[in-house]
């Protein structure tokens, strides 16, 4: 049980970070959101899953891309909380486009928030974690941060760059109980991978089957999503005491993706 921690997921209003979320309210943490997305229905999730969980569960409507608005949803969370034992980064953007033709603002987006994002907000909490000999960073990479896809030039630069400052944050916080270990999902079922599965069927006229096994899953080899209560399940046991020797890890959660 987590009772009496308390966690800030980023990007948390949808996908991985809504499911990473839920389990750790489940678990009895106290959570921050944060994400992009709907003011009304962000405020719903917020009140159902603080509800259903009985637990506090705040909002913090940080752009990742602003070291100042980080600092200071850490300053909310640590008012509202009392401390800040969990960390997980795990907003992330993509675009998809050939090196010489990939837009530089594309680039600078996805390094601030896919990769610097989590500096910061490490850089932030880090301090009052060590200073009570108990800290849980969570980073949430990908398979493409072990190997890389052409056409991803900035994801797959940032997330080996998240898996890199994981490795770093690991070795600085040893000492201290302080863990840090990134998740390397391949494909992970959520609401956008559900709409594009849709799309492509559509607009190349197969069927929806076939999207997922020829297109989706072609590198997966269980031909099946990760789903996001997996991700959740392996975040809690990662913040929990059986995992107080694993740290510095890069856990791929790709069905077999990245053995190949
Ligand atoms: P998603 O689009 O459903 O969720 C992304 C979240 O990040 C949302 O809450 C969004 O509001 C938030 N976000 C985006 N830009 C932001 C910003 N500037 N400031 C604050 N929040 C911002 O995507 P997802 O599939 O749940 O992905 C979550 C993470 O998992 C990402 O880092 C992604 O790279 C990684 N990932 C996803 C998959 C997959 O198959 N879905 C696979 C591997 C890794």
């Known amino acids: 049980t987590l009772e009496g921690r308390s966690a800030i997921v980023t990007g948390s209003t949808s996908g991985i970070g809504l499911g990473i979320a839920q389990a750790l309210a489940k678990a009895g943490a106290a959570v921050m ?21 009985d637990v506090d569960v705040a909002y913090d409507s940080a752009d990742m891309s602003s070291p100042e608005a980080i600092r200071m949803m850490v300053e909310r969370a ?33 390094l601030s928030i896919n990769l610097s994002a989590a500096f910061h907000l490490v850089r932030a909490t880090y301090p ?21 896809s052409p ?26 109980g302080i863990t840090a270990n990134a998740i390397c999902p391949g494909y992970v079922w959520t609401p956008l991978v559900e709409a594009q599965i849709d799309a492509q069927a559509k607009s190349h006229s197969i069927a929806r089957d076939a999207v997922i096994r020829d297109i989706f899953l072609k590198d997966q080899p269980t031909k099946r999503f990760a789903t996001v ?11 929990g005491s059986a995992a107080a020797s694993i740290t510095g890890a890069a856990i791929p959660v790709d069905g077999g993706w990245t053995a190949h």
């Not at 991803?152 to 201290?176: I, P």
């Not at 209560?229 to 913040?239: H, V």
């Open 128 to 148: 009052a974690m060590r200073a009570r000999g108990y800290g849980r960073i969570i980073n949430v990479a990908s398979a493409h941060g072990l190997v890389a």
């Open 33 to 53: 959101l944060n994400g992009l997305g709907d003011p009304v229905e962000i405020e719903r999730q917020r009140a159902e899953m603080a509800d259903e969980n």
């Open 78 to 110: 640590g008012a509202r909380f009392g401390q800040v034992d969990i960390v997980v980064n795990n907003a992330g953007i993509q675009h998809v486009a050939p090196i010489t033709e990939f837009p530089e603002a594309k680039w600078d987006a996805i």
């Open 151 to 176: 056409y991803k030039a900035a994801y797959v630069a940032a997330k080996h760059g998240l898996v890199g400052l994981t490795k770093v944050v690991a070795l600085e916080g040893a000492e201290f």
């Open 229 to 239: 209560d997996e991700l959740g399940a392996l975040s809690i046991f990662l913040c």
